[in-house]
């Protein structure tokens, strides 16, 4: 693990245990835990911590703090995903999903006190300057909420109808495009062509996901596989193919690197970025013989 | 309505119109109104407001941002406490609950993208220095989450065991001190004495909620009474007697008054308060004579 890598997971590590050892509610704090450890793939913050080191600023005061909030919304929306009124997934993970393992009423709690804690590690950075920290709020706040946030993308599964891209974009594209952002504000550059960089990596991420539901083994992907074809949700595979399906990914990660704009460390971002995908994909050489 | 109430009731409308009009999900746009409109009593809000005012400024620029975002938080913790897996209310605010109306998922969807709004709404308020958004998120998030805000509060139903104290402080008073903190960050004063003050009245107003929950008709109330003894819940009437528990709010209250830090317009404000506990109070003659 990298530095970066490892200053995120002990800032998330201190932040869900402020909440267990201030007197909180002990069976709220583990939910929370449960919620965020052990580390998923934390693509995410990942991506926030390398655009801030492109743009020639790995150790900004606000970095670590942007990253840890994206991740922290990040699970808030797993949780909320996996509760019986809507996927009603037994596991994530690989282990028990946060309602399974301590109930539905603690799953709704934490998800709340997780989208908070989000805002909550960036209000109080002490090391970034105010506007700093307004910034990457007013972002975070767009990415998780309406109209075109994540809450908002969960919602038009809610619709009669939507629009694929709109839905996509929401739900997923939109906490990509403020991980990119993020990093941008923290290390002190024009957030906005990041905002476009972001857009595309989401959507990337989205075919990723769509090929690993499809083709992946619930035992390497640490949750059920072909869940887009039983909740009856959209697939890039079952519309493209997955020749097509993998060659759009491949077409995305390049549209990615195209817009992003120069800065210093525009080389390490791309071979990030291409390493994610292959990580992705890679998911498949675990799928059983059968 | 006074003005302040006025300009609160349009920043909250705007505030909602711009989910639905820019594109967003149109049932979670609805049930996000649902859950904010028609107005319930606006009891916080209006509490921050006066504080501001007490303290001599109550056109500041962040004063109506930040009571809006104290009634979004408020509106969100009812749409989630009244989901099935907690109280399962089907009425509040004499109408159907949100998930009575919408669903369970858009309750789940609504409540969350409510507390993202509160913070949006803080953080855009850019007629307020960044400083003093900052310092409001921050006081918000603390209201809001873990490990003694709403979240935490909520969250000890879901405990063997709690004190009752720290429950009604999490659940009840911390909403009120953040609310007459807010007032005072936004006038420019030490919220520090302010805290102490919304907690004296958080305490009064459960003591107020649980009288009603014990005597007051549905009708009169809008959502079910005889909630706390259906749900195995501690109620001030049962401790302690109706006659005890009304001389109990009134010692609260003068509590809150006399902890109250000298400013201009503290006359008006105790003059508020005494209104209404009257007005919560005045429930009880709309009981029904059997």
Redesign the interface.
């Known amino acids: 693990m990298d530095h970066s890598a490892a200053l995120l997971e002990g800032f998330l590590a201190r932040t869900l245990r ?12 583990a939910a ?1 835990q449960h919620a965020v450890f052990p580390a998923g793939a934390r693509i995410r913050p990942r991506l926030c911590l390398a655009v801030a080191q492109a743009c020639g600023a790995p150790r900004a005061p606000s970095v670590i703090a942007a990253a840890a909030a994206i991740e922290l919304l990040h699970c ?1 929306s797993l949780v ?1 995903d996996d ?1 019986p ?2 996927d009603n997934a037994d596991r994530r993970r690989g282990r028990p999903s946060v309602h399974r393992a301590f ?4 799953a ?2 934490a ?3 997780l ?3 989000a ?2 590690a960036v ?2 950075e002490r090391q970034a ?3 700093q ?2 910034q990457l ?2 972002l ?3 990415a ?9 993308g ?6 009669p109808a ?1 629009e694929l891209g ?1 839905y996509q974009r929401a739900k997923t594209g939109s906490l990509f495009s403020a991980a990119t952002a993020a990093g941008a504000i923290a290390a002190g550059v024009d957030p906005e062509p990041w905002l476009s960089v972001g857009e595309a990596i989401g959507e990337a991420y989205q075919v990723a996901d769509d090929i690993c539901d499809v083709s992946a083994s619930t035992e390497a992907l640490g949750k059920p596989t072909g869940r887009d074809a039983d909740l009856g949700r959209p697939n890039a595979v079952d519309r493209l193919g997955m020749c097509q399906a993998r060659a759009h990914l491949q077409t995305l990660v390049s549209a990615s690197i195209e817009r992003m704009p120069r800065c210093p460390g525009a080389d390490a971002l791309q071979a990030t970025l291409l390493a994610a995908t292959e990580q992705l994909l890679d998911r498949r050489s675990a799928r059983p013989a059968a």
């Open positions: 402020a909440s267990a050892e201030r007197g909180g509610a002990p069976r709220l704090a929370m808030a909320h509760l009124c809507f109930g539905e009423r603690l709704v709690l998800g709340d006190a989208i908070v804690a805002f909550e209000a109080q300057s105010s506007e920290r307004v709020l007013a975070l706040a767009r998780a909420g309406t109209p075109h946030g994540l809450a908002a969960q919602a038009w599964e809610c619709e939507c709109q």
